[in-house]
């Protein structure tokens, strides 16, 4: 039966601004994909590929994930994927979304930075008319290589986030033993370009990268940011300076230490005025989208509606949308019916 408040949180207008584009890489398309590339995979069912989802930890998840990209070869593939992912977020009720990807997972495989980064943006925009929602898209750094493969991508990048195509950058990969300031030349490059700047920080690592994040990166906004509440005053600071934190409850489920989704920290995210927002990071592995992470929260803590409305105003407040933008979906969240 379905949840009694999944078409009201449907209907809620919301951003998105965590999501992989390669995590909406769904077993039946993992599996298309490779029979029309001729990529070998261990696999012949979409069941045994999800059978296969059973990681426990971050690095576990990234190796499949990485083996799961390998069946990405061509600009076909790359609209197709990003084209699915935006119709995914559009059926859930998602207004604006802010997409990631990962071109050096891409380029070390022999792919061009410009053929990648052209098929995306050409799904993102078919899709995103047709079904009119806006969305954004940024680069991540790949945090387990050199700073200097992020500076070589970097320069790669220039051209479309000088003329506004891609969104400024951000840094996901393996947390553990790679810390922010790992990356300290590559954000100096972007601040100097006055580029949007965000980091994944406190998913698995300690709350000290949240910090580092902040004061050597000059990140705007945090990727997870979980462990900020192991530290109280880190906590007062985020909530002090408005910083947006882009929380994923599922796949923390899966890889953060959370046991249980009613004890995870979003609502005391919230109620220590934190601009906590839900997004599904790698919705295909993780079990749900944006929608079905709503609905899981929502039942597990309790959320009443005032903190759902707040979670919508977080994630246009803190999103990459212009002011005015902003104001039209704040407005829309303020008008939505009572459920």
Request: charged fraction near 25%.
């Amino acid at each position: 039966m379905a949840h009694p408040d999944r078409d009201w949180l449907r209907g809620l207008p919301k951003a998105e601004l965590h999501v992989h584009l390669e995590g909406t890489l769904e077993p039946e398309m993992l599996l298309a994909f490779a029979q029309r590339n001729g990529v070998p995979l261990r696999w012949s069912t979409a069941a045994e590929v999800r059978a296969a989802y059973a990681f426990g930890n971050l690095q576990e998840f990234l190796d499949l994930y990485y083996l799961g990209m390998n069946v990405l070869r061509t600009p076909r593939d790359f609209a197709e994927l990003a084209a699915a992912a935006l119709d995914h977020a559009a059926d859930d009720g998602v207004v604006h979304c802010e997409f990631f990807y990962d071109p050096q997972g891409h380029t070390e495989r022999g792919l061009g930075f410009a053929a990648v980064t052209e098929a995306l943006l050409e799904g993102l925009t078919e899709a995103g008319t047709r079904r009119g929602v806006t969305w954004r898209l940024i680069p991540n750094i790949l945090r387990h290589l050199p700073e200097e493969d992020a500076l070589r991508m970097l320069a790669e990048a220039e051209p479309w986030l000088k003329d506004g195509r891609l969104h400024g950058i951000g840094l996901d990969s393996s947390e553990r033993g790679h810390p922010p300031e790992k990356f300290a030349r590559a954000y100096a490059w972007a601040r100097e370009r006055e580029l949007f700047r965000t980091a994944h920080a406190g998913e698995e690592g300690p709350w000290e990268y949240v910090v580092t994040a902040l004061d050597e990166l000059g990140c705007h906004r945090i990727d997870h940011g979980n462990h900020a509440l192991d530290n109280p005053e880190v906590v007062a600071r985020l909530a002090q300076a408005g910083v947006g934190l882009t929380v994923c409850p599922l796949s923390n489920l899966r890889l953060c230490g959370v046991p249980s989704l009613d004890v995870h920290p979003l609502k005391a995210m919230l109620a220590a005025g934190l601009r906590a927002t839900v997004n599904s990071d790698d919705p295909a592995y993780f079990g749900g989208y944006c929608l079905d992470n709503y609905v899981a929260v929502t039942e597990a803590l309790g959320l009443d509606e005032v903190e759902l409305r707040a979670l919508a105003r977080n994630s246009v407040e803190v999103s990459l949308l212009s002011a005015e933008e902003k104001a039209k979906h704040l407005a829309a969240i303020e008008a939505y019916p009572s459920r």
